[in-house]
C-alpha cells in the first residue's frame, strides 16, 4: 500500500511539472545535448545509472530537474534509470512500470514543447528515443498493439534527425538502429517483408558503422549503442569475440551492473575461457545472495550451469551435479523451469547418471525433459532417443 501511494503521488507530481513550465525557456541552455556543463553534471549520474547505483543516480538527476526542469532531458534520464532496474529481470518484475512510463510520458510532453518552440532538432531527437524507450517497453510487456504505435511516433521522428549528426553525434544512434534493423528484419522475418515496404532501405553494415561511431563520440547515448552493438554482433552477427571486445569493456567501466557481468560471464564460457567463467559465476552467486541491485535468480541459472557444465567438463560429476541442481532451483524460483539452460541441466544430469549407471536417475532426468519441452524442440528429441538407448538398461 506504501508503495502504491508513492506511485500515485509521482504520478500527480509529474503531470503538474509537465503542465508547469509554461514561462520563458532559458535562452543560454536551448540546446543541452551540445551543452559541455550539463554533460558535466550529468557524468556522474550517468556512471550511477550503469553502475547501478539507482538512488545516487536518482539524487544527482534531481539536481539536473531543478535546473533544467522545463527540458525533457532529466525526466528521459530518470526514466533511464528506472528502465535499468527493470532490464535484468525482464518481463516478470513489473514493480517500477508506473514510474518508468509517468517519467517518459513527462519526457513526451516536455518534448513536444521543446519541438514546437525551442529546438525542432533536439525535440526530435527526445521524442524519437522517448517513444523508441515506450516501444521497447510495451514489447517486454507483451502489449504489441502499443509497442507498434510507440515505434510509428519513434520513426516519424527519427526521420526528422536524419541528416543532423553535425548538429550531435547523439542522433547517429536511432540511424544506426534504423539502418541496422530494417535490413535485419525482413531478412529473419519474411512474413514482415510486406510491412517493410512502407520503410526506407536499411543498411546493416552502415547500421553497425554508426552506432560503433555513437559509441565512440555520443555522451548520452554512448553506453545504449555499446549496449545494442554487443548483442548485435553476438546474437545476429556471430562476431562473438567482437562482442567480447564490448562486454569485456562494459564490465570493467560497470563492475555492479548484472546485466553487463551476466553477459560477459556468458561469453567468457562460450569462448572455453573457465577460469574466467567460474570466478564470474561464483561472483554472481555470491551477489544474489547478498541481495545487490539486479541480480536476480534468471541470473543464477545461467552462471549455475556454466559451473555445472565445466566441473562435467573436468569430470569432477560431484560439483557438476551440485551445481546443475542449482540451475534447475534457480530457473524454479524465477519461473523459467522449461527454458535453455534449466532444461539442458535436466539433460547433464541424465548423462551423468548413465556414466554413474544409475539408470532410473537418468531416465528420470530425460522424462522430466519431455515433460517440459515440446516434441518438435531439439533437446525433447534429444531426450526421446537417449530414453530409448535405456530401453534395455536396468
Known sequence: MKYIIHVAFLLLSFSLTAQ??????????????????VELEATQAMFDLYNMNFTRADRQLQYLKKQYGWHPLPYFLMGLNYWWQMLPYGEKETKWDQVFMAYMDTSE???????????????????????????????????YTKASMAGKYALKYLEECKGHSDFSPELLFGDGLFNYYAEWIPENYPMLKPFMVFFPEGDKKLGIQQLEETARNAFYARTEAQYFLMRILYSEEGDVKGAMQISEYLHSLYPNNAYFHRFYTRLLYHLGKYEDAIRESKQIIERIDLAWDGYEYN?????????GHISEIRHDYVQAKKYFQYAIEYAELSDATGQGFSTYAYLHLGDIAVKEENYDTAREMYEKIKKLTKRKDAINQAARKKLAELKDKK
Request: glycine share 8%; no cysteine; hydrophobic share 40%.
Open 20 to 37: 508547469k513550465w509554461t514561462g520563458p525557456i532559458d535562452s543560454a541552455a536551448r540546446n543541452l545535448l551540445n551543452n559541455r556543463h
Open 109 to 143: 510532453v516536455l518534448s513536444k514543447r521543446l519541438y514546437k518552440e525551442v529546438n525542432e532538432i533536439e525535440g526530435a531527437f527526445f521524442l524519437a528515443a522517448t517513444y523508441s524507450f515506450q516501444g521497447r517497453f510495451y514489447s517486454e510487456r507483451g502489449q
Open 299 to 307: 541470473s543464477g541459472r545461467y552462471a549455475a550451469f556454466f559451473l
